[in-house]
């Protein structure tokens, strides 16, 4: 048996209300500290091998303007990215207009790196659901 004994620090939330492009939409702000340099965990959040080891299979073209799949479920766009510090993503779910996720990468004062995700629903059931709250 292993035993996993490097424990996470807590994640910050704050919820509140964002303009997306399909309108008026909930969000989710979250926040976590991580020991690694902003160069690595960029890497982890926008290169398909790293992201595989964490999330789903991603494939596609990741670049800004680019498309990409996750898994067998779904597909987005790339509609900004700012190496190393930005990447602003869509992923439209049914019928229903495009969810926005931004992440933004900020040094910590302790040194490492505080990705901070914005999660932009225009369901406003949904944000607050995938927070946990």
């Known amino acids: 048996m292993t035993e996993n004994s490097v424990a996470l620090?807590?994640?910050?939330?704050?919820?509140?209300?964002?303009?997306?492009?399909?309108?008026?939409?909930?969000?989710?702000?979250?926040?976590?500290?991580?020991?690694?340099?902003?160069?690595?965990?960029?890497?982890?959040?926008?290169?398909?091998?790293?992201?595989?080891?964490?999330?789903d299979d991603v494939s596609g073209d990741l670049r800004e303007g680019g498309?990409?799949?996750?898994?067998?479920?779904?597909?987005?766009?790339?509609?900004?990215?700012?190496?190393?510090?930005?990447?602003?993503?869509?992923w439209p779910c049914g019928d229903r207009p495009a969810d926005e996720v931004e992440l933004r990468l900020e040094p910590s004062p302790s040194g490492g790196t505080v990705p901070v995700i914005v999660a932009k629903d225009s369901d406003r059931s949904v944000a607050y659901t995938s927070a946990g709250s």
Request: aromatic letters at 12%; proline letters at 7%.
């Open 9 to 55: 620090e807590p994640v910050e939330r704050e919820t509140g209300s964002k303009l997306i492009a399909a309108g008026a939409a909930r969000s989710i702000v979250m926040r976590r500290h991580y020991d690694s340099p902003i160069e690595d965990v960029w890497a982890a959040c926008t290169e398909p091998n790293r992201i595989n080891r964490w999330f």
């Open 67 to 90: 498309t990409f799949s996750l898994g067998d479920y779904f597909t987005g766009e790339v509609l900004a990215c700012r190496p190393p510090r930005m990447y602003r993503i869509s």
